[in-house]
């Protein structure tokens, strides 16, 4: 499956709002499959569509065991089509984000711990779960995405927002 290239920067196109999937077809499907290597790939927890070019209602979320980091949050693979969520928590946290098209950036934003979230598979079928802490935190990003809301947009206190350098560099 081929990796797909993912927009770096704050562009145009990662500041669209992405449509509605309504053909579940063997494209929708080879994009997916292409976004979870590419995730997998960049190391990311989530990819929406738009960061790969395809401005289309699409996300795919996975956050895999981490060897050296024994209490890092996992959850399992999801491909989301059309997702929303409604808030289960009255309350939103604050928690530190990146994102793979902002490499290296990181800052404190606020959301909801506890979601319900609405969505279809690539067959078209109807998907309803609820997600709390890393995992909603993760979905609310990348439906953010669909929508062209970049984390920056959100960081609760600016000064707050930090690019992290590797040594090396
Ligand atoms: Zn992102």
């Keep these: 499956m081929p990796i797909r290239k993912v927009i770096i920067g704050d562009q145009a196109s990662l500041r669209q709002v992405s449509s509605p999937v309504t053909e579940f077809n063997p494209e929708l499907k080879q994009l997916a499959a ?13 990819l929406a569509a738009p960061q790969v070019g395809a401005l ?25 089509v059309n997702p929303s969520y409604e808030q289960l928590s009255p309350t939103q946290a604050e928690g530190i984000e990146g994102c ?6 990181y800052g404190p934003v606020n959301r909801f711990t506890k979601i319900r979230v ?34 920056t947009d959100l960081v609760t206190d600016p000064t707050k927002l930090r690019k992290r350098v590797p040594r090396d560099e």
């Design 34 to 46: 292409d976004m979870v290597d590419t995730m997998r790939d960049y190391d990311g927890v989530g």
């Design 56 to 80: 289309q209602r699409l996300i795919v979320i996975e956050s895999a065991p981490i060897e050296d980091i024994p209490d890092n949050p996992v959850f399992p693979l999801k491909i989301l």
């Design 100 to 105: 793979l098209s902002l490499p290296r950036w």
């Design 118 to 151: 609405t969505a279809q598979d690539l067959d078209g079928n109807p998907v309803k779960f609820d997600a709390k802490d890393f995992e909603a935190r993760v979905i609310q990003h990348e439906v953010d995405h669909l929508n062209g809301v970049l984390f």
